[in-house]
Nanobody, 125 residues
Framework: QVQLVESGGGQVQAGGSLRLSCIASGTILSLDAMAWYHEGPGKQRQLVAHITTDGSTDYSDSVKGRFTISRDNAKNTTYLQMNNLKPEDTGDYYC???????????????????WGQGTHVTVSS
């Protein structure tokens, strides 16, 4: 079993900053690639930032230069530092991760992809 829990959302004015966190818990053998997705009001969920196990990062054009994704492997945590926020950044932010998980009931490990429940960000103009 594995759980991803996001935190750090809130309401800010345009130009402000927020830092989102996502903590993975459970019988985790390894935490591989992690990512943040944005789902704006009435829009599809879209990838905004991605980080590999060795720390290589990639960003959508809409957030490049404003958002920074990072991770702390010792804490099974990924962060999204969001600066110079814009009203179009409003929406729900979801953490996603590729993990290897141990299932004690069956005595086996599995590679899974997991989502958090989301955290809401509102940016007012």
């Amino acid at each position: 079993q594995v759980q991803l829990v996001e935190s750090g959302g809130g309401q800010v004015q345009a130009g402000g900053s927020l830092r989102l966190s996502c903590i993975a818990s459970g019988t985790i053998l390894s935490l591989d690639a992690m990512a943040w997705y944005h789902e704006g009001p009435g829009k599809q969920r879209q990838l905004v930032a991605h980080i590999t196990t060795d720390g290589s990062t990639d960003y959508s054009d809409s957030v490049k230069g404003r958002f920074t994704i990072s991770r702390d492997n010792a804490k099974n945590t990924t962060y999204l530092q969001m600066n110079n926020l814009k009203p179009e950044d409003t929406g729900d932010y979801y953490c996603n991760a590729d993990l290897k998980v141990w299932y004690s009931a069956t005595g086996e490990s599995r590679e899974v992809n997991s989502w958090g429940q989301g955290t809401h960000v509102t940016v007012s103009s």
